[in-house]
Nanobody, 119 residues
Framework: VQLVESGGGLVQPGGSLRLSCAAS????????MSWYRQAPGKERELVAA????????TYADSVKGRFTISRDNAKNTVYLQMNSLKPEDTAVYYC?????????????WGQGTQVTVSS
């Protein structure tokens, strides 16, 4: 199983980025997908999550109204659209896949992609 994040980089405050996480080696539609982030010296935190059918989403209060999580089951990819970025959004962003139903307990992480918000 591989989860490969991309789309990170350096952006000015107020700017936008779209992160992608391409999954392989798993039945993508059977996994809930989520994005986490970890800033230096801080614990990893949940940013956004989406159910298998894309109808159920949840967001951290700090990103509500600015970030949008989505998934394309045909492409085995989950996205995180990040708008109105703030310096406090600077972190390494990780993709996570958690199995549902009969495969509950399967849990995979990507390697992370750096997002830096700075002028």
């Amino acid at each position: 199983v591989q989860l490969v994040e991309s789309g990170g980089g350096l952006v000015q405050p107020g700017g936008s980025l779209r992160l992608s996480c391409a999954a392989s080696g798993l039945t993508f539609s059977m996994f809930a997908m989520s994005w986490y982030r970890q800033a230096p010296g801080k614990e990893r935190e949940l940013v956004a999550a989406i159910g298998s059918a894309a109808g159920s989403t949840t967001y951290a209060d700090s990103v509500k109204g600015r970030f949008t999580i989505s998934r394309d089951n045909a492409k085995n990819t989950v996205y995180l659209q990040m708008n109105s970025l703030k310096p406090e959004d600077t972190a390494v962003y990780y993709c996570r896949a958690q199995g549902l139903g009969v495969i509950r307990g399967l849990d995979y992480w990507g390697q992370g992609t750096q997002v830096t918000v700075s002028s």
